[in-house]
Every structure is written in structure tokens, then in C-alpha cells.
């Protein structure tokens, strides 16, 4: 059974940094895109970020670019988003999403159907 948890969410001022990590169990996630999407309160839930099998390739929303990073330890089964200069519009559940193949394109990373394997998400708020 594929197990998907979220790490390191939390409450920050607006400018601050935070971490979030994501470790999967029961599946090698060597073979797959990983991707990070977010929900706020009565909004839809969004692409965040995404990063290829293999480290190599990276894709972010605008609003995000320069700002957060990507990275995943395929050894450790794990993924993490770094996020800096964090701002209230950054607000809400953060997902990690293992994707069902190693396919990646900039249009089809950011298509949740792609993905399988999702964690329970984890709060992030940044306060206006």
C-alpha cells in the first residue's frame, strides 16, 4: 500500500521561509514526476511545482518562480519544496503528488489527473 505524508507546514509572517517535505512508502517514486499542489479555502486546488524522474527538469507557476524550489532525494524516497519571501496569497494546503508515470511536460505536469498518489496535505498560512 502507496502511503504519501506531507511535512513541515505551519503558520509564518509574510517574508519568512518554510519547508515543506513529502515521504512516500510502498512505491519507489525514482520512476515518477512529484509534484507539489496547493488548495486555499473556497478556491480550486492549483499546480504549484513539478520535477522530472530524474532532478533534471523543473517546472513552477509564475506566481512562485524565484521564490520556492523543488528538489527530490530518490534514494530516501522523498521530495521537498523550499519556499522563501513567503506572502499571504501563499496560503493554503500544500499537496504532494506523486504522478502515475515519469512523463513531463510543462502542460502536463500541471494536470492532476496525472498523479495517483496524493497525500492528506499540509496548512500553510501566511497571515495578510
Known amino acids: 500500500q502507496v502511503s504519501v505524508v506531507e511535512y513541515g507546514g505551519g503558520s509564518v509572517q509574510p517574508g519568512d521561509s518554510l519547508r515543506l517535505s513529502c515521504a512516500v512508502s510502498?512505491?519507489?517514486?525514482?520512476?515518477?514526476?512529484m509534484a507539489w499542489f496547493r488548495q486555499d479555502s473556497g478556491k480550486d486546488r492549483e499546480f504549484v511545482a513539478a520535477i522530472m524522474w530524474n532532478g533534471r527538469s523543473t517546472v513552477y507557476i509564475n506566481s512562485v518562480k524565484g521564490r520556492f524550489t523543488i528538489t527530490r532525494d530518490n534514494a530516501r524516497n522523498t521530495m521537498a519544496l523550499q519556499m522563501n519571501s513567503l506572502k499571504p496569497e501563499d496560503t493554503g494546503v500544500y499537496y504532494c503528488?506523486?504522478?502515475?508515470?515519469?512523463?513531463?511536460?510543462?502542460?502536463?505536469?500541471?494536470?492532476?489527473?496525472?498523479?495517483?498518489?496524493w497525500g492528506r496535505g499540509t496548512q500553510v498560512t501566511v497571515p495578510s
Open positions: 503528488a506523486m504522478g502515475r508515470t515519469d512523463a513531463f511536460s510543462e502542460s502536463r505536469v500541471q494536470d492532476a489527473g496525472d498523479y495517483g498518489y
Open positions: 510502498g512505491r519507489t517514486i525514482s520512476t515518477s514526476t
